[in-house]
């Protein structure tokens, strides 16, 4: 991605309604949340350190903002954040992403999986337990396409299809772990016009039982459609990776009820350090056809969400330490969160990892301009 291929995120946050009363309005909305992820973007977590960073690169805020009552105070920035809709402030975020990212490439991995922010829940308060961000994260990309929070006493089965609902996912292999292994779930990929990749454990007993004497077959073993191995040396251990895919889904337990169901899957990791060897064996359904390689890909780039996100998010954004937990604030920062790690992984200019990239952001202005998009 290079200068002038990203709308600046003034324009974009222009679509958020400001909550504040017109009397009391001293600072643009659009700006204030400019502000917020320029800030984030050189390395700052906190609001208070937004302010302090602001006031320092006042100046180069001005060459493209009019900032016209000077920087907001750290407790401005932090109620504003607080009272922002977090569905509007969402909504603009996909619209900034679907211009950045018009066209998911066939086949790209979207991987769905749920992240909580373990120190924003504050007992007897607005927010009382953590925060509890459902990603859908594009393997390959390590782009965040969208994300909604869990609602109170509620969990990811729920919060799942309404962010599908969202996602432009035509041609794209959805993969989700054991919980939204459900045929609600399974649908609304299908409806979307994605495919799907669903792991299934101890929550589905029956079915994972018939994929197990399915495979095992009566009287013989069931053969497999096709097969798929890869074996990774490094870092002091070989790991051998194992996919079996099978198409005899009538088979399995109420298979008809998931939809276009077209096959079945095993994989086995084997994992060998000095001279200790484990074994784990993983079980999925798909509406895939029985191709081991594809399905196997799938599979593996899942775990790019653990790696390339949630790790990211907590190792080099300190989301597990924020304390934020005022009204929707949590909620909203993790969002800018979402709209840096973008920023950064978007970047082609340079080859350097989310915490250099903060650092260059941080010190040089030119880059920081080229990253959002602005002429100062």
């Known amino acids: 991605m290079k200068a002038g291929n990203v709308m600046p995120l003034t324009q974009v946050f222009v679509s958020i309604s400001d909550p504040r009363s017109t009397r009391h309005n001293r600072h643009d909305l659009a700006e204030l949340l400019t502000v917020a992820v320029c800030a984030v973007l050189s390395g700052v977590d906190d609001f208070v350190d937004i302010e302090l960073w602001a006031e320092a690169k006042i100046d180069w805020l001005r060459s493209f903002m009019k900032l016209e009552h000077g920087v907001p105070s750290h407790d401005t920035i932090g109620r504003v954040f607080g009272m922002i809709a977090p569905d509007e402030f969402e909504a603009a975020f996909r619209r900034w992403v679907g211009m950045v990212v018009p066209v998911l490439a066939e086949d790209t991995v979207v991987a769905i999986d749920g992240k909580s922010s373990r120190r924003s829940g504050n007992k007897g308060k607005t927010q009382a337990s953590p925060l509890h961000m459902v990603s859908a994260f594009a393997a390959g990309m390590g782009v965040v396409l969208g994300q909604t929070a869990t609602a109170e006493k509620s969990n990811e089965i729920t919060a799942i299809p309404e962010l599908l609902a969202t996602l432009a996912l035509e041609g794209c292999v959805v993969t989700i772990d054991a919980m939204g292994t459900q045929t609600k779930i399974a649908r609304t990929i299908r409806e979307r016009g994605a495919h799907y990749v669903l792991c299934?454990?101890?929550?589905?007993?029956?079915?994972?039982?018939?994929?197990?004497?399915?495979?095992?077959?009566?009287?013989?073993?069931?053969?497999?459609?096709?097969?798929?191995?890869?074996?990774?040396?490094?870092?002091?251990?070989?790991?051998?990776?194992?996919?079996?895919?099978?198409?005899?889904?009538?088979?399995?337990?109420?298979?008809?009820?998931?939809?276009?169901?077209?096959?079945?899957?095993?994989?086995?990791?084997?994992?060998?350090?000095?001279?200790?060897?484990?074994?784990?064996?993983?079980?999925?359904?798909?509406?895939?056809?029985?191709?081991?390689?594809?399905?196997?890909?799938?599979?593996?780039?899942?775990?790019?969400?653990?790696?390339?996100?949630?790790?990211?998010?907590?190792?080099?954004?300190?989301?597990?330490?924020?304390?934020?937990?005022?009204?929707?604030?949590?909620?909203?920062?993790?969002?800018?969160?979402?709209?840096?790690?973008?920023?950064?992984?978007?970047?082609?200019?340079?080859?350097?990892?989310?915490?250099?990239?903060?650092?260059?952001?941080?010190?040089?202005?030119?880059?920081?301009?080229?990253l959002l998009g602005v002429m100062t």
């Not at 051998?240 to 899957?265: H, I, N």
């Not at 895939?288 to 653990?306: N, T």
């Open 200 to 370: 299934v454990k101890d929550n589905h007993p029956k079915l994972l039982d018939s994929i197990l004497l399915a495979r095992l077959g009566v009287k013989e073993v069931l053969k497999p459609a096709s097969t798929h191995e890869t074996t990774t040396p490094g870092h002091g251990r070989i790991e051998v990776r194992r996919c079996w895919a099978f198409d005899a889904v009538d088979r399995l337990y109420q298979g008809g009820e998931w939809k276009d169901l077209a096959s079945f899957a095993v994989v086995e990791r084997v994992r060998t350090v000095g001279d200790r060897t484990s074994t784990e064996r993983a079980y999925y359904i798909s509406s895939l056809p029985a191709d081991a390689e594809r399905i196997a890909r799938a599979v593996r780039s899942h775990w790019e969400v653990e790696n390339r996100l949630h790790w990211c998010l907590d190792v080099q954004f300190n989301d597990d330490q924020s304390r934020v937990r005022s009204g929707h604030a949590a909620n909203n920062l993790a969002i800018v969160r979402h709209i840096v790690m973008n920023l950064l992984r978007l970047d082609t200019t340079r080859k350097a990892s989310i915490k250099s990239k903060r650092m260059l952001a941080a010190t040089v202005d030119h880059y920081r301009a080229e």
